[in-house]
């Protein structure tokens, strides 16, 4: 039986991707288990052979390759829905300020996104 956490999922890649939740050498890696899914194109191909890239090497590599895996280009706050609707029980505090910089994290994000003290909270640090 295959754990739901083990499970490729492109749009939650994208999401985590567009909220700075993984890294660029990840990000390589995981265009590698997208190939194996059976996603193909250039850019995801170009993306997986990519050795230690930096956020300046991957260029628009990453936005073409997310539409070779079908999916349309997200916002940020698309990308929480995603996070939400996946049940993610945490957000890292990074993502949350850079999704929404106008608001505090404590009071203006958790107010936005309708979370409560008792639903999805956030890791700071």
Same mark, same amino acid.
């Given at each position: 039986m295959v754990d739901s956490v083990d499970k490729f999922d492109?749009?939650?890649l994208q999401?985590? /991707?567009?909220?700075?939740g993984i890294d660029p050498e990840d990000l390589t890696k995981q265009a590698g288990r997208a190939l194996?899914?059976?996603?193909?194109?250039p850019a995801l191909r170009q993306l997986a052979g990519l050795m230690q890239p930096?956020?300046?090497?991957?260029?628009?590599?990453p936005e073409r390759a997310f539409a070779e895996m079908h999916l349309h280009l997200l916002d940020r706050l698309e990308a929480v829905d995603v996070l939400?609707?996946?049940?993610?029980?945490?957000?890292?505090?990074t993502m949350l300020v850079g999704a929404f910089p106008d608001f505090s994290m404590r009071e203006g994000a958790y107010r936005t996104?309708? /979370?409560?003290?008792?639903?999805?909270?956030?890791r700071h640090g």
């Open positions: 492109p749009a939650l999401a985590r /991707w567009l909220l700075g194996l899914e059976g996603f193909d194109g930096t956020l300046r090497d991957l260029g628009t590599l939400v609707a996946r049940g993610i029980p945490s957000v890292n505090h996104l309708g /979370w409560g003290t008792g639903g999805f909270l956030c």
